[in-house]
């Protein structure tokens, strides 16, 4: 089983807890789905967020979800003039017999403009 890194990021709509959960339970719910992954097959996944993003952790909508003995971390993005807002990105490190070209990297709703090169 090889160590795979799956990326991902969704843009809210506003800065509240309950919509962060919702958004981020989304996209890695998707990042699961797409790559036909259980919550067994993750090692860890890294979030980070916005500097306009202060409601929550991005990691307690993964707890929400189950996610509960998978390391989670979560960093503030780089506060770049011009940058999409209220983003949540993530870097889960997943075991996957996938060869790395058929990882699916997950980009919902308006934060597909982020990667155009690689969301799916």
């Known amino acids: ?68 003995d998978v390391p989670l971390i979560c960093a503030q993005e780089l506060d770049i003039e011009g940058a999409m807002p209220r983003v949540v990105r993530i870097l889960a490190h997943i075991e996957s017999d996938r060869p790395r070209a058929d990882i699916a990297h997950v980009y919902l709703g308006a934060a597909g403009a982020l990667r155009k090169d690689i969301a799916q």
Do not use: C, Y
């Open 1 to 68: 089983m090889a160590v795979r890194a799956v990326r991902g990021a969704v843009q809210l709509e506003r800065d509240e807890a309950g919509h962060m959960e919702e958004r981020v339970g989304e996209l890695l719910t998707a990042v699961l789905e797409r790559n036909g992954l259980t919550t067994d097959d993750l090692i860890s996944v890294w979030f980070t967020a916005t500097p306009d993003l202060h409601s929550d952790f991005p990691a307690a909508a993964a707890r929400k979800l189950g996610i509960v």
